[in-house]
């Protein structure tokens, strides 16, 4: 293929151990992640330039642990503002792991374009020996610069594997499959720098999304309790003096919440203070709200406690009405 009818991709770098480095190539665990610079990562894959005309940009250079709502809101308004243009077919984000999911799932509600968004990563730094990084990059530009991966949202791609950014989670702490949907499963495979899709989500998401970030300074603050037996309202009444407008409850099972704890969620409701009843479980989901329970709780269906927390900030900037908010958990 001659140069000029190669895709054009952006890749956007916000650290990460994809970027991260270590004093030797058998440090696995102890480096500093968010060192590398975009320049660095794309001149550890030269094969790039086979697949698309590349150009990048540095948005930060952090470990992901520490993201903030203002960087996802620069994050995208800079793919809405790349997507928009005609001479953008594609972006791919480098971002650490830890909170990759939830970056993706912002994005997925927030962008609003068709194009392919891609998020990668790497689980060994960019030093160490066998390191996973530059064959996720390639991967992720490849993808990016694929026509099938239009209209899937926001996708999450590591280890060969491509997975939508509602259902996708980092799912091991250390290995390098540690991304993964255990019941909904993946969308494809990228195989010798091709994507394979197999499936396609349901839900709602990025040029189909009703929410529309105009100048946002921040997000409405929610938290997320997790909750255990012989839990108290202690956390919930802490939530509630900081200022949250929502709280992401992570139940035991079904939904479960430990007495106490639900009556200072169901105060704090009463207060104005949205509450989502999601479940620490990881699979299944929680439907209805606790029985004996006259309250407005949201049910958060399969999503997870971290992505229901960003629906429910996102769903915040819009209405405080629990009947709508109730309806985005149903369709996004
Ligand atoms: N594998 C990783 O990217 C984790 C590195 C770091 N904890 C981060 O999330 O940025």
Redesign the pocket.
Known sequence: MSKEKLPRITILAV????A?KGADSTQITQYQ??VLTIEALIKAVPQVSDLAEVSGYQIAN????ATTDQLWLKLAMKVNELLSQSHCDGVVIT??????EETAYFLHLTVKSHKPVVMV???RPATALSADGPLNLYNGVALAASDVARGHGVLISLNGRIGSARETSKLHTTAIDAFGSPEAGLLGYMVDGRPHFYYKSLRKHTAESEFVLFDLPQLPRVDILFGHSQDTRDLVDAAVAAGAEGIVHAGTGNGGIFPLTRQGLQDANEQGVMVVSTSRIGNGLVTTKPVDLESDFIASGNLTPQKSRILLQLGLTKTHRSTEIQRMFEIY
């Open positions: 650290g990460g151990t994809i991260g992640a968010g952090i470990a992901s642990y971002h650490g792991t830890d909170t990759l990563g790497a689980m």
